[in-house]
């Protein structure tokens, strides 16, 4: 939240009028009650001869592109000369008798811009009519020229040619508080002077209830008139869930009057742009209080008021100009001609106050935090308003900010306030909470002195009550009810940490816990960890895929409606709407990286993932949602762990473009099935088990192109080349590879690895033979290697051939044999024998020939 120092400081000095500090210890103060600030800067500076002045005369200059006006300015003496000043201007907001900001000749404004004496429009301007902007005051460009009263200019002493740096208090400096969403009290003055009184140890005098406080006229409030009858007929449905909703009513204000400077000043450091009286009102009110309101123009309402929820298809035009469709679950507050506001939210066209307005309606009320969140979710729309109600505001307030409202807009702009104030609904009541007063101290392993815990919570507004009551150790107990703007005090942990936090985080005691000694990685951790070390060796590049996928991503694979991958949850409050559901598989997310990578010009890539899948009985499947104000019974805990899904540890590479790239050491080569095969055994050596491959057709995987990976006969993955259609419809670059291993279906085999030497020579041979095209090769090797028997050390497949010469449906498989003996040195005879041996199976088992 954005707020000047001034008027905090203002509201603290009105019950500690010497009390003053500079910006960094006024920092220090936020940092030490728990506030983090943004950051603080001062007013940009500006220098040379900025005064006040008085507009005399206006000339209208025709003939250009656009409205100029050439006035004659009465700077008193701080010309030098006493005549009046030429000034051409452009703004339209200020007329004859205007008190004015001028920044003669030789004013340096914000920015380095300095002002001179030129000739523009066939004139000559001898100086600058300043806007709010121009002098540091606001960031946007607001309505225009500011204006200054007679009133204003006297009750700070001051005339024409005076230096208006004072009055627009140039001298300021702005911070921009960062408020967690648990502490919507904060997003006010009223909230911030509260805690910025107990961080220095000052009295608060609060706001809300006095306008002294407030910094404003003691008797605001004076003259106000009963407000036992009603001003507006209002209905509120028992399904909105507001708790409070009230109205007070004014009448006969000037509509082209204007809100004094040191409103509009308050605003815009706030952040806000001035608009009219009315709204600058509501406004103010809700930096100072933390209460939004909503004022209408009277005229415009019809009938009763009515809060109620949106039906199925009706339409509003919100203040920002967008036609809005509305959803059931958002509350609105209607008359007889519709619906003029979304409540809690932002006001409607139709009712808005306008340059006509005399008889303003203001409303103020108490939502449901959930309901407003949502609706500002759902229309993509968020104000300072809706801002404030879905952290919590304070109830108790209502009748307050309306005097307030009434009252300060019947000084600013005239008009006559009615009698009678309508409020539906009455203020819930708080919990009462009952703790020992040395819980806090045990919570922090410190001792705070006698009564640190009861005048804490009352610091920050809480109703304390002893009961009487002592423990072992003499702590007394307490009932504590919170104060209504602080709906997160809810249990005693939110009082110890209000305790805690008003006393100094600083002062609790530092102490690191001596770490027990653990048992290192588990088997299962380990081979994680194997298995990420490996991939990431082989030059895969790690990501975190995420949990959730695209609900359709298995329409664009044409998973069968049987496949068991499309028995997935869906989340009920989606971070996106589209991405819904949680994934059974990596791939969906592999995809997108790889997608991503690809858009933004990284061609060849290769990544991998290791995470969680969810692996649900039934899609339906729902979690029960156990009370939160106590511990779950035992049935609870396993009714919630039996509707946990099965979520197996899996990884996954995908990879496209080229594995090694053109060079001076040869072409480029591209990634093939072959390589999502390899990475299965590069898992599966970190992973310490054997793997066998075999065809398949599991999409998304090429039919033609995918192999299955199984340990012991069990599938426990597949691999390869991703459909053509797939990659298409994906937006995957063609001859994409892929590979899904579940981790928690390997074996649990934890070795110790040790080199195993032998002082025996080894004899390597090589085999050719020629099997149909339809027999896997892993099936050959298989035959081979039962064949050769135990001299057998090492096999390896390391040419495939074809040609005409073999058949049509016939290919030839090279393998490289290594024979070693454990107990002596292998005879050339030997190793032979084992070679026939295995040809002779090979033969036997797949109709092997050898190759001539």
């Known amino acids: 939240m954005l707020i000047s ?176 969403p648990d502490r919507g009290y904060a997003l006010s ?7 910025l009184a107990s961080s220095f140890d000052l009295q608060f005098r609060d706001p809300a209830t006095d306008p002294a406080a407030a910094a404003l006229d003691d008797d605001l409030f004076a003259g106000l ?44 450091l706030c952040g806000s742009r001035p608009v009219n009286a009315a709204t ?10 933390g209460q939004p309101m909503h004022a209408f123009d009277a005229d415009k309402i019809a009938g009763p008021l009515k809060v109620r929820r949106a039906k199925a298809g009706e339409k509003l035009t919100t203040l920002d100009h967008v036609e809005r469709e509305l959803h059931e679950e958002d509350v609105v507050i209607a008359d007889d001609n519709g619906i003029q506001s979304l409540a809690g939210v932002m006001g409607g066209t139709t009712s808005e106050i306008s340059e006509t307005t005399t008889d303003v309606l203001f409303e103020a009320a108490h939502w449901d935090q959930l309901t407003i969140a949502r609706t500002c979710r759902r229309h993509k729309l968020s104000s300072e308003a809706s801002r404030r109600f879905e952290r919590g505001v304070d109830a108790a307030i209502i009748n307050e900010a309306l005097d307030f409202a009434v009252a300060l807009l019947s000084r600013i702009a005239g008009g006559t306030v009615e009698e009678g104030r309508t409020v539906v609904g009455t203020v819930e009541r708080m919990p009462t909470i009952t703790m020992y007063t040395s819980r806090p101290g045990k919570v922090a392993g410190t001792i705070y002195p006698d009564g640190t815990t009861i005048g804490r919570l009352r610091e920050i507004g809480c109703v304390v009550r002893e009961t009487g009551k002592r423990d072992g150790n003499g702590a007394r107990e307490i009932e504590v009810t919170p104060p209504t703007w602080r709906p997160d005090l809810t249990m005693p942990a939110d009082l110890v940490e209000e305790v805690l936090r008003l006393q100094g985080l600083e002062d609790i005691p530092s102490i690191v816990p001596t770490a027990p000694a653990g048992r290192g990685l588990t088997p299962r951790q380990k081979m994680r960890r194997a298995v990420g070390r490996a991939m990431a060796w082989a030059g895969y590049a790690e990501i975190i895929p995420s949990p959730f996928i695209a609900n359709n991503v298995f329409d664009v694979w044409d998973l069968p409606a049987d496949d068991a991958r499309r028995t997935a949850i869906k989340v009920e409050n989606p971070l996106e709407s589209d991405y819904a559901t949680i994934g059974t598989t990596l791939l969906p997310s592999m995809m997108e990286a790889l997608r991503r990578n690809n858009t933004r010009g990284q061609r060849d890539a290769a990544l991998y993932g290791i995470a969680q899948v969810s692996l649900p009985e039934s899609s339906e499947l729902a979690s029960p949602m156990p009370a939160v104000t106590k511990r779950p019974t035992e049935a609870e805990l396993a009714e919630l762990m039996s509707s946990l899904p099965e979520q197996p540890l ?64 069990t599938v426990v993955g597949h691999a390869g080349e991703l459909h053509p259609q797939v990659c ?103 190793a032979s024998q084992a070679r026939e041996a295995a040809i002779a199976q090979a033969e036997k088992a797949v109709g092997a020939t050898l190759r001539g």
């Open 650 to 713: 899996h990884v996954a590479m995908i990879a496209a473009g080229n594995r090694q790239l053109q060079g001076t050491w040869g072409d480029a080569e591209p990634f093939t099935a072959r390589d999502a095969i390899e990475a299965a055994r590069t898992i599966a050596r970190a992973a310490g088990v054997e793997i066998s491959v075999r065809n398949a057709e599991y999409l998304p995987w090429h039919p033609g192109r995918c192999a299955e990976i199984l340990v012991d006969d």
């Open 5 to 180: 120092q001034s008027w905090l400081t203002r509201i603290l000095q009105t019950a500690n009028p010497s009390w003053s500090v500079d910006s960094e210890e006024f920092d220090t103060g936020f940092v030490r009650v728990g506030f983090e600030t943004e950051g603080f800067s001062s007013i940009p500076e500006t220098t040379g001869p900025l005064v006040i002045g008085r507009v005399e005369q206006i000339e209208e200059l025709e003939g250009f592109k656009k409205p100029i006006r050439y006035c004659q300015v009465n700077v008193g003496t701080a010309n030098g000369s006493g005549e009046q000043q030429n000034i051409i201007c452009g703004a339209r907001n200020f007329a004859e008798g205007d008190n004015v900001i001028i920044a003669l000749p030789g004013t340096v404004l914000p920015g380095g811009f300095e002002i001179g004496a030129r000739e523009t429009y066939g004139k000559i301007s001898e100086g600058m009519i300043c806007s709010a902007m121009e002098v540091g005051l606001a960031t946007v460009q607001n309505a225009g020229i500011m204006t200054i009263s007679d009133a204003e200019l006297a009750s700070h002493g001051l005339t024409i040619g005076d230096d208006g740096r004072e009055l627009l208090g140039l001298s300021d400096t702005i911070f921009d508080v960062n408020i967690t």
């Open 728 to 830: 298409e419809r994906a937006q995957l670059p063609a001859r994409s590879i892929a590979l899904e291993i579940d981790l928690d279906g390997l074996p649990l085999r934890e070795t110790f690895p040790r080199p195993v030497l032998s002082p025996f020579p080894a004899l390597l041979q090589d085999v050719a033979v020629v099997v149909s095209q339809d027999i896997p090769s892993a099936d050959v090797e298989a035959a081979l290697k039962e064949g050769a028997g135990e001299l057998l050390e090492e096999i390896r497949l390391f040419d495939i051939y074809r040609s005409e010469a073999l058949g049509e449906d016939k290919r030839s498989l090279t393998f490289s044999l290594r024979f070693r003996a454990a107990d002596r040195t292998l005879t050339e005879e030997e």
């Open 280 to 289: 600058d009102v509501t406004n103010y009110l809700m930096f100072l209080l």
């Open 189 to 195: 003055a009223r909230g911030l002077a509260r805690e």
């Open 225 to 268: 008139p009963a407000t036992e009858s009603e001003v507006q007929a209002i209905e509120v449905d028992k399904d909105t869930e507001c708790s409070v909703f009230g109205m007070r009513k004014v009448t006969g204000i000037d509509p082209n009057s204007e809100s004094p400077l040191w409103l509009q000043r308050e605003l815009m």
